[in-house]
């Protein structure tokens, strides 16, 4: 009964003998040898780097994960105090008479430090806020209406102030 050998014993042996062959054939085994180890130590150092940049790979994948899970969280919050903001806001409706909602425009502006001194009318009707009067800049405008849409209750805003045209030039 004969034994085989392995395919890998096999191999080896193969080459061995065609290490020999090379070497007694003189067909230039230092240059061939040379050109082994370089190709091998090409290929250790390119296995290396694939490591070393799956090893980067695997950390920003972790982080991404940590952040997508940060990002669900905050979503999860963020609709959460959305919620909130509608109930809140229901409730205000369903608390805004046209009277409170004039006082509470009205009183927001006369508290404002910058409208203050000007004459601002307000009329609320059915929950639509009208702004009447004359200021002396774009800015004051945009401020008093900033002041109307910060109140709860009010359904629409018209901002019908108008802005006074500068003095003529002498």
């Known amino acids: 009964m004969s034994r085989h050998h392995p395919p890998v014993l096999s191999l080896a042996v193969l080459f061995a003998l065609?290490?020999?062959l090379f070497a007694a054939a003189?067909?230039?085994?230092?240059?061939?040898?040379?050109?082994?180890?370089?190709?091998?130590?090409?290929?250790?150092?390119?296995r290396e780097a694939v490591q070393e940049a799956r090893a980067e790979v695997?950390?920003?994948?972790?982080?991404?994960?940590?952040?997508?899970?940060?990002?669900?969280?905050?979503?999860?919050?963020?609709?959460?105090r959305e919620q909130a903001?509608?109930?809140?806001?229901?409730?205000?409706?369903?608390?805004?008479t046209d009277?409170?909602?004039?006082r509470s425009i009205q009183r927001r502006l006369l508290d404002d430090a910058e409208l203050d001194d000007l004459a601002i009318a307000v009329q609320v009707s059915q929950?639509?806020?009208?702004?009447?009067?004359?200021?002396?800049?774009?800015?004051d405008r945009a401020r008093a209406e900033e002041?109307?849409?910060?109140?709860?209750?009010?359904v629409t805003l018209e901002n019908r102030i108008q802005v006074a045209s500068p003095p003529a030039q002498e």
């Open 127 to 139: 929950g639509v806020v009208t702004l009447r009067g004359t200021v002396p800049d774009e800015d």
């Open 18 to 20: 065609s290490t020999l």
């Open 99 to 102: 009277a409170t909602l004039f």
């Open 58 to 80: 695997d950390a920003r994948q972790q982080e991404a994960d940590e952040a997508r899970k940060q990002l669900e969280a905050a979503q999860s919050e963020l609709r959460e």
């Open 26 to 46: 003189g067909c230039g085994e230092d240059s061939q040898e040379q050109e082994l180890k370089e190709a091998t130590a090409a290929v250790v150092a390119k």
């Open 147 to 154: 002041v109307a849409r910060a109140t709860p209750g009010a």
């Open 85 to 96: 903001l509608r109930e809140a806001e229901a409730r205000v409706g369903l608390k805004a």
